[in-house]
Nanobody, 122 residues
Framework: QVHLVESGGGLVQAGGSLSLSCAAS????????LGWFRQVPGKEREFVAA???????SYAESVKGRFTISRDNALNTVLLQVSSLKPEDTAVYYC????????????????WGQGTQVTVSS
């Protein structure tokens, strides 16, 4: 069992940066792939980035070069550094943990946080 809590969201101007954090409980944290997804009201939740236990990462095309995912297994945290933010990055960002075959496939993630709001003003 893994319990996830996101933090670090907020209001930022376009071009700005934020650091999103996800704290996890559970002794098997290091075994899981960790992912970040986001959702805008009225739209489906979409993949943002993920990192396997090995450190292999994957990013959505829309965030490549602007977002960086990292993990600290000793601290049971996963970070998402978001920079060069655009108004279209506005969404609720969710942290997830699982053992996905395909990193962007939501149904393969077993545990989800409650989300943190990121709002980018133009």
């Amino acid at each position: 069992q893994v319990h996830l809590v996101e933090s670090g969201g907020g209001l930022v101007q376009a071009g700005g940066s934020l650091s999103l954090s996800c704290a996890a409980s559970g002794r098997t944290f290091s075994r899981y792939t960790l992912g970040w997804f986001r959702q805008v009201p009225g739209k489906e939740r979409e993949f943002v980035a993920a990192i396997r236990w090995s450190g292999i990462t994957s990013y959505a095309e829309s965030v490549k070069g602007r977002f960086t995912i990292s993990r600290d297994n000793a601290l049971n945290t996963v970070l998402l550094q978001v920079s060069s933010l655009k108004p279209e990055d506005t969404a609720v960002y969710y942290c997830a943990a699982g053992t996905p075959t395909f990193l962007g496939r939501q149904r393969d993630y077993d545990y989800w946080g409650q989300g943190t709001q990121v709002t980018v003003s133009s």
